[in-house]
């Protein structure tokens, strides 16, 4: 293969094209409505918004059936069943990154660049001030893929410890969007 066809990361490249192509599919507006398909779910249907909701790419039309979904619904168990969801989808991004993504991990671990922010950064930063970035991230609308990666390449941070945090943070996130659907 030629040399100016090789790319360095190619399982990120894919990450970040596949990401960029469904903001694409799903910012025309064209998508089935989900509505039609989820409210009569109940909170099976609330469980999959939140599923969805850790997606970058669908956590905008999450959002919004999660701000419809709470007119029907009672918010806290709403919260809990989208929460499960969210962790369901948290869980298969961090294997995903843990797992399948860890010899390019490994690969940009060793670049100059990352060299160079762990020498800046401190082992403080990477054991609380990461995390805690990721967490925001996490329980935020924003796209988990970027908080979930920021854990999942911390070698620190267990499974187990990861689906406490990923549920309590969405469920959180979630319960937010919720109560501002039930208040609209």
Not at 2 to 11: A, C, G, M, N
Not at 94 to 101: A, G, P, Q, V
Not at 150 to 159: D, E, G, N, P, Q
Request: hydrophobic letters at 55%; proline letters at 3%.
């Amino acid at each position: 293969m030629k040399k100016w066809l090789r790319v360095k990361y190619p399982k990120f490249l894919l990450l970040i094209l596949t990401i960029v192509a469904a903001y694409f599919l799903f910012a025309e507006r064209g998508y089935i409505h989900l509505d039609e398909i989820l409210l009569p779910l109940g909170y099976f249907g609330t469980f999959i918004s939140g599923a969805l909701f850790a997606y970058g790419f669908t956590a905008a039309p999450a959002t919004a059936m999660l701000l419809v979904l709470a007119k029907g619904q009672n918010i806290f168990l709403a919260a809990i069943a989208g929460g499960l969801g969210a962790l369901v989808g948290d869980m298969i991004i961090f294997s995903l990154i843990r797992h399948s993504f860890n010899d390019e991990i490994e690969k940009l671990s060793k670049e100059k660049f990352m060299l160079f922010l762990k020498r800046k950064s401190g082992s403080r930063f990477r054991k609380y001030v990461a995390p805690a970035i990721a967490g925001l991230v996490i329980a935020s609308p924003l796209p988990d893929e970027i908080g979930v990666s920021m854990v999942a390449a911390l070698k620190s941070f267990s499974r187990a410890r990861f689906m406490v945090i990923s549920f309590v943070l969405n469920t959180t996130g979630i319960f937010v969007v919720l109560l501002a659907g039930s208040l609209i």
